[in-house]
T-cell receptor, first 116, second 113 residues
Framework: GAGVSQSPSNKVTEKGKDVELRCDPISGHTALYWYRQSLGQGLEFLIYFQGNSAPDKSGLPSDRFSAERTGGSVSTLTIQRTQQEDSAVYLC??????????????FGPGTRLTVL | AQSVTQPDIHITVSEGASLELRCNYS??????LFWYVQSPGQGLQLLLKYFSGDTLVQGIKGFEAEFKRSQSSFNLRKPSVHWSDAAEYFC???????????FGAGTRLTVKP
C-alpha cells in the first residue's frame, strides 16, 4: 500500500478481554515499530521488529502485551486481560531498515483503544 | 537519565503570528533530533531532522529548527502560522539509530483566526 495502515481504527472493549491490533507496513520496509500514545504522555516505545524477529522487547509494559510479525510484513500487537490503563492510541511505524544509522519512520494513523 | 522535554503542553497563537515550540534534551552525547507533526486522526509526519552540520535546519510546510548545543535545545519555529498548522507537535531524539528514538510529551498548537 501507499502508507502504513492499522486496523481497527477504534476499539472499545471490556476490562479483562483480549484485543488484537494489526499493522500493515509499507511494502518493502523491513523494520516495524509499535508505540503507545497516552494522553499527555507522548509516545512510548513498545517494541520493534527487524524482519520477523524482535531484538528489543524492553518497552512492553507487562507480560500481558505481546507482538508478532509473520512473513516480514503484517504485525499484530496482542493485549491480554485488558486493563483500563491500557486505554491509549497505539501507533505503528515502519522504515526500510533498523539499527543501521537512521532511516525515516513512517507512521500509521493509529488504533484508539478504550477499555471500559 | 536520558530525557526529552517539551515544556509547553498547549500553545495558542493568532493566525499570521510567529511560532516557537521548545524542545530540550538530556543525553550524554548529541543525539539525532527530529520534529514530527500529528494532525487529528492522522499518523505522525516528519517535519525536519538534524544529524550534523548547519545548526539551522529547514523543513516542510515552512518550518525550521535551530540546534543549540550549549542549551541542549532544538526549538521549532515558523515565521507566520496558518490555521492548518493547528496540530500536535512532537520533538524526538535518537542516540544511535532508529531503534532508540524517544519522543517528548508533545505540544498542542491552537491557531486563532
Amino acid at each position: 500500500g501507499a502508507g502504513v495502515s492499522q486496523s481497527p481504527s477504534n476499539k472499545v472493549t471490556e476490562k479483562g478481554k483480549d484485543v488484537e491490533l494489526r499493522c500493515d507496513p509499507i511494502s518493502g520496509h523491513t523494520a516495524l515499530y509499535w508505540y503507545r500514545q497516552s494522553l499527555g504522555q507522548g509516545l512510548e516505545f513498545l517494541i520493534y521488529f527487524q524482519g520477523n524477529s524482535a531484538p528489543d522487547k524492553s518497552g512492553l509494559p507487562s507480560d500481558r502485551f505481546s507482538a508478532e510479525r509473520t512473513g516480514g510484513s503484517v504485525s499484530t500487537l496482542t493485549i491480554q486481560r485488558t486493563q483500563q490503563e491500557d486505554s491509549a492510541v497505539y501507533l505503528c511505524a515502519s522504515s526500510l531498515l533498523a539499527g543501521v544509522s537512521y532511516n525515516e519512520q513512517f507512521f500509521g494513523p493509529g488504533t484508539r483503544l478504550t477499555v471500559l | 537519565a536520558q530525557s526529552v522535554t517539551q515544556p509547553d503542553i498547549h500553545i495558542t497563537v493568532s493566525e499570521g503570528a510567529s511560532l516557537e515550540l521548545r524542545c530540550n534534551y538530556s543525553y550524554g552525547a548529541t543525539p539525532y533530533l527530529f520534529w514530527y507533526v500529528q494532525s487529528p486522526g492522522q499518523g505522525l509526519q516528519l517535519l525536519l531532522k538534524y544529524f550534523s552540520g548547519d545548526t539551522l535546519v529547514q523543513g516542510i510546510k515552512g518550518f525550521e529548527a535551530e540546534f543549540k548545543r550549549s542549551q541542549s535545545s532544538f526549538n521549532l519555529r515558523k515565521p507566520s502560522v496558518h490555521w492548518s498548522d493547528a496540530a500536535e507537535y512532537f520533538c524526538a531524539v535518537a542516540l544511535y539509530n532508529n531503534n532508540d528514538m524517544r519522543f517528548g510529551a508533545g505540544t498542542r498548537l491552537t491557531v486563532k483566526p
